[in-house]
């Protein structure tokens, strides 16, 4: 049982490339989530998908673009790489969405990118 | 800025004494949810407490809430070395949204 497995691990980009960032989760979550860590900033929401089939904006979606391939699939793609994106990226799920966020986030292992 | 805002922003005791970590928030919440990233490693939830619900256990962690002050604390007692992390609250606004807000975390070193 992985749980929310993230690839790549590690990722150096220059600027103005592109790349995808995968996760997949075995736990059949309903809800999906992609957030960024920062120094001093904690964990920030880009992106999320309540169910499979809608996703939706968080806090700092500008430069991102997400898919929710299927129940097990979120990705996060970066179409223009930028300085200011460099940063520790964290792909998250739950068992169930709805409003009353009553259940954990499971978090995978990160994906450490730097934007030169 | 942030929703949740812990306090210290570090800290550190010694193996066997108890830590105590607070967070405080801005809005309206419905639940609480504290948790703990080792280095280099994704967050791994500890505990949750509801809106309605003042104290919370688990093991060796205690969660208050005080809605009226907007805080929580997490207190770990007996601490160990492994123990040694960041820790941070979550909140998930009772707007009607699935999402939620970290704060800026705690560090916690525990010396052994």
């Known amino acids: 049982n992985a749980g929310v497995t993230q690839t790549p691990k590690f990722q150096v980009l220059k600027t103005g490339q592109s790349m995808t960032l995968q996760c997949a989760q075995d736990m059949n979550h309903n809800s999906m989530y992609w957030y960024r860590q920062d120094p001093g900033m904690g964990l920030r929401l880009i992106y999320y998908?309540?169910?499979?089939?809608?996703?939706d904006k968080g806090e700092v979606p500008n430069g991102y673009n997400v898919s929710r391939l299927n129940k097990r699939e979120f990705s996060l793609r970066l179409e223009s790489a930028a300085p200011s994106q460099t940063s520790v990226y964290f792909c998250?799920?739950?068992?169930?969405?709805?409003?009353?966020?009553?259940?954990?986030?499971?978090f995978g292992d990160g994906t450490r990118l730097s934007i030169l | 800025s942030q929703q949740g805002e812990e306090d210290p922003q570090a800290l550190s005791i010694q193996e066997g004494e108890n830590a105590t970590m607070n967070c405080s928030y801005k809005?309206?919440?419905?639940?609480l949810q504290w948790y703990r990233q080792n280095s280099g490693r994704g967050l791994v939830h500890l505990i949750l407490i509801r809106s309605n619900e003042r104290e919370k256990h688990s093991g060796r962690l205690r969660v208050t809430l005080d809605t009226s002050k907007k805080s929580s604390s997490l207190l770990i007692t007996a601490s160990r070395a492994a123990d040694t992390a960041s820790y941070f609250c979550a909140t998930a606004l009772s707007s009607g949204t699935y999402k939620y807000i970290f704060g800026t975390g705690t560090r916690l070193k525990v010396l052994a």
């Open positions: 998908s309540a169910s499979e089939g809608t996703t």
């Open positions: 809005t309206s919440i419905n639940n």
């Open positions: 998250a799920s739950s068992e169930r969405g709805g409003w009353t966020g009553n259940q954990p986030q499971h």
